[in-house]
């Protein structure tokens, strides 16, 4: 009874329309990055420069709808076990479909010498992280600078 | 293909499928083409540094001894092993 009352709030704010979407996306992206890798992932979604700063401003209704879609990919990505890559993919792609202007970051943490290096990716919106807040942890990679690397390496391939 | 050996004369420049970001005051390098991320200790984030702002092996040397009061022998030493596992990841690339 517990795990249907959670679905039916989990549909009533999300919607159910964009839960499908992001399920069917997220699986497909999921798939993608274990056998093509992260690089021809991103060639192939051909969303553009997906690290890069967006251009246009966006309203807090944009934000408020974008949280919605990113809320989206995180729920059903913790499900289904997708990471936050797969995530940050899914709904970089379905608000950039929607005509909402995002990126992903990518950001990477050491909390000490002797742990590892840990990474996370995200969507951010005009310079406002969405969903989360993760700067106070992770450190960004510069985001023109990924899509150099990204074109650099998608020249390079037969 | 064989490599050319790392000497005091050698320089590097970073590959453009890498990226760094410094992360308080050490640095992680991003392989983008093997998706692997590396760490760097201070001593190897100024090594890096060094070297990909376009030093020799023997100037970067000089410069981390004078940094970290070792000899310039020993730090060209390091520097030349360091350099050489940076290669070998696909981190640096060697230009001359």
């Not at chain 1, 992001?22 to 992206?29: K, M």
């Not at chain 1, 909402?100 to 996370?120: F, K, L, N, T």
């Not at chain 2, 420049?13 to 083409?33: F, K, M, S």
């Not at chain 2, 070792?70 to 520097?79: G, K, M, P, T």
């Amino acid at each position: 009874m517990k795990i249907v009352r959670r679905i039916i709030r989990h549909l009533t704010e999300i919607g159910v329309w964009r839960s499908v979407r992001t399920l069917v996306l997220l699986r497909q992206n999921r798939r993608s990055l274990q056998k093509n890798g992260f690089t021809a992932t991103v060639e192939a979604m051909n969303l553009g420069d997906v690290f890069g700063h967006p251009t246009t401003s966006s309203t807090k209704d944009d934000i408020d709808e974008a949280a919605k879609t990113v809320r989206a990919a995180h729920a059903i990505g913790r499900r289904i076990n997708a990471t936050c890559l797969p995530q940050s993919l899914t709904a970089c792609a379905m608000l950039r479909r929607d005509g909402v202007e995002s990126r992903i970051r990518v950001g990477v943490a050491r909390p000490s010498p002797d742990e590892p290096v840990s990474a996370h990716a995200w969507i951010e919106i005009g310079g406002t992280c969405i969903g989360e807040n993760p700067l106070g942890t992770y450190h960004p990679f510069d985001g023109e600078q990924m899509n150099q690397a990204i074109r650099a390496l998608t020249k390079e391939r037969p | 293909m064989t490599e050319a050996p790392i000497e005091s004369t050698s320089t590097f420049a970073t590959p453009d499928h890498v990226l760094a970001r410094n992360v308080g005051n050490e640095a992680v390098l991003l392989q983008l083409e093997l998706e692997e991320y590396f760490g760097l200790d201070p001593v190897g984030r100024l090594g890096w540094e060094l070297l990909t702002a376009g030093h020799d092996i023997g100037g970067a040397a000089r410069l981390i001894s004078e940094e970290y009061d070792v000899s310039a022998e020993r730090a060209q030493s390091d520097l030349v092993g360091f350099a050489g596992q940076l290669l070998k990841a696909g981190l640096l690339i060697h230009v001359a």
